[in-house]
């Protein structure tokens, strides 16, 4: 079986710096991969990129079955593309916009006007069809882009970010369509800041900080990747929490996160003998500690246990 989307050692440099550095993956064709990773992770290089809009400076990469560097032209007529920052026009009206696009495409002026009604009946935007973007709700907005990237009928859809600021309600329609469109066989790449939605929608999932991959696997192997427990500590209020993780994090072999919004130090642990350890490390440190407990960690949580490279890295929980 082929992939519809087949990367190897894809490099984006903005100047000195790796935006995207070295990073290798696969999308089977009429699977939903996705790509998750904090803000400035590389998700948008990426995805441009994939969608020709960006060349590599190394690597290569093949969108259903061309190269996107060599055959651009034949990548750029299989793909849609729904941008973090869309592509619609805010001055025309929704119908409007679906026409054009449309006709860029070069579908027949009949063919463009059935097809801009279709695409807003099935996004539930046919009252709004006459009504400018600019006036739409910002989940109005969303489906007009997810439509606009379908006039194409593309065989690889790439989104990017689709639902972030989306209240939940319009986040789970849009879900909703992505699940219909994949029904019908397209694939698609999606990426998200959200492991929640990672694994709402995608039977695999590529996890990049940094420009670089640093974990892959079903959502299951990804919660599996940090063992069965978290354990929550909280220190008396005033304790350094960085210098306390570094601390843990240095001892123990084991990835402890600060959380100062929430007062806490978390750590994964992955059976007793990692928990004896963790406690036996917190007695000797002599810290006060007001609370300590263990649960079952959240998506999220793995998700920033994942990229916690560094434990004093305060910044990423409030990102
Ligand atoms: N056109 C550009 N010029 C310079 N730096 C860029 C440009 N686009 C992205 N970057 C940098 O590349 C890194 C990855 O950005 P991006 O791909 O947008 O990440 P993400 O989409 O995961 O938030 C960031 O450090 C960003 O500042
Ligand atoms: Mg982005």
């Known amino acids: 079986m082929t992939a519809a989307i087949q ?26 991969l996705g790509l998750l990773g904090p803000n400035g992770a590389g998700k948008t290089t990426i995805v441009r990129m994939l969608a020709t809009l960006a060349r ?54 009949r063919r463009a006007k059935a097809l801009a009604d279709e695409l807003l009946e099935r996004f539930r935007l046919t009252e709004a069809a006459r009504k400018l973007p600019r006036d739409y709700s910002g989940g109005m907005r969303r489906r007009l882009d997810l439509a606009a ?9 790439y989104l990017d970010e689709p639902t972030t600021g ?12 992505v699940r219909a469109l994949v029904g019908k066989g397209t694939t698609v790449l999606l990426t ?9 929608l995608a039977e695999n999932i590529v ?41 843990l994090t240095g001892t123990g072999g084991l990835t402890a996160v600060a959380d100062p919004v929430e ?3 978390t750590l994964p642990v992955a059976g007793q003998s990692d928990l004896t350890a963790a406690v036996r490390m917190l007695a000797a440190s002599g810290v006060p500690v007001d609370g300590i407990d263990t649960h079952t960690p959240s998506l ?20």
Do not use: C
Not at 300 to 319: H, I, N, Q, Y
């Open 149 to 157: 990237s379908l006039v194409g009928e593309p065989e690889v859809l």
């Open 7 to 32: 990367v190897d050692g894809l490099i984006k440099e903005f100047g000195p710096s790796r935006a995207v550095d070295g990073v290798s993956m696969e999308v089977p064709a009429g699977s939903v």
């Open 56 to 109: 590599p400076d190394g690597g290569r990469a093949r969108v259903a079955g061309f190269d996107v560097v060599e055959e651009a032209h034949q990548v750029r007529g299989r793909i849609g593309l729904t941008g973090q920052y869309a592509s619609v026009d805010e001055t025309i009206p929704g119908w409007d916009n679906l026409y054009m696009i449309g006709r860029l495409h070069r579908l027949p002026s």
């Open 263 to 265: 007062g806490l130090i």
């Open 207 to 247: 996890v990049i900080d940094h420009g670089r991959v640093i974990a892959e696997g079903t959502p299951a192997e990804l919660r599996g990747r940090i063992g069965g427990q978290v354990l929550r500590i909280r220190p008396d209020r005033g304790t350094d929490l960085a210098g306390m993780a570094r601390q």
């Open 166 to 177: 989306l209240d939940p309600r319009s986040r789970n329609e849009l879900w909703d369509m």
């Open 192 to 200: 998200t800041q959200y492991m929640e939605e990672a694994e709402a």
């Open 300 to 319: 999220d949580e793995v998700f920033l246990t994942l990229t916690a490279g560094d434990p004093a890295d305060d910044t990423r929980r409030t990102a």
